[in-house]
Each structure stands twice: as structure tokens, then as C-alpha cells.
């Protein structure tokens, strides 16, 4: 149970019949706590990266966790996901054979859908 006690203040009850006064500018903090971690909460996750992953056949993709065409990529980020032309992309290449090729393949689809924000990774053998 609470009431506002004349001074502005915010006078809570505990169970145990306790009581703690909360001045307004605390009482006004936890407000605006509250709303920020509810605007937050209920937002779109941060699609400020978004990772595409060239499968081994060259043809197949993973955008995230979606599997598309590697030559819908593009559209589907632009069509399907909604992604601001500035969204960092970044293309990882599974499998050795051809990689520096498929990645630039899949990363040219990307730039000609309007994204410019483009990091390639190819695939990367152990020392040996």
C-alpha cells in the first residue's frame, strides 16, 4: 500500500507495517526507469549486424539463422528483413574450396541490393 504524503513525497507500507518515504525525485528516477526498461523491452532486437554465412556448395546461405538462396540474399535482407542500407553485414565463408570467390560472389549480391557496409570473411585453415 502507498500514499502521497503532503511534502510531495511517496510513503510506502511494507507487510510488516514498516514504512519508507521516497522523495520525489526518486520516485520520478524509478518512474522513468520503468518506462525506458519497458520501451526497451518491447523494441526490435538490434539489427545493427546481421551475419551471412556462405555455405560450402556456394549456393546455399544462412542469413542469421534463416536459410536463403545465396542469390536471394540481398533481397532478403532488403524485402524480408527491412535492414537499413547502413546495416554492418558480414559474410563468413564455410569451407575452403573456392571461399575468397563465393564470399566475394555473395558480397557483390549484397552491394547491389544497396548495402555498403560489407565485411568478408573467408575461411581460415590452421597453421600448418
Known amino acids: 500500500m502507498s500514499k502521497v504524503c503532503a511534502c510531495g513525497a511517496l510513503e510506502l507500507r511494507a507487510r510488516d ?6 522523495a520525489c525525485t526518486t520516485v520520478r528516477r524509478l518512474l522513468l526507469l520503468g518506462a525506458t526498461l519497458s520501451v526497451v523491452g518491447c523494441s526490435q532486437p538490434d539489427q545493427s549486424t546481421v551475419r551471412v554465412t556462405v555455405r560450402p556448395d556456394g549456393v546455399g546461405c544462412v542469413v542469421d539463422t534463416q536459410h536463403v538462396a545465396c542469390s536471394e540474399v540481398g533481397d532478403h ?31 557483390g549480391l549484397i552491394r547491389s541490393a544497396g548495402y555498403h557496409n560489407i565485411a568478408t570473411v573467408g575461411f581460415i585453415t590452421e597453421p600448418g
Open 77 to 107: 535482407l532488403r524485402d524480408t528483413m527491412r535492414l537499413p542500407t547502413e546495416t554492418q553485414v558480414v559474410v563468413s565463408v564455410e569451407g575452403p574450396a573456392r571461399s575468397e570467390d563465393r564470399g566475394r560472389y555473395v558480397a
Open 17 to 22: 507495517g514498516s514504512t519508507r518515504a521516497l
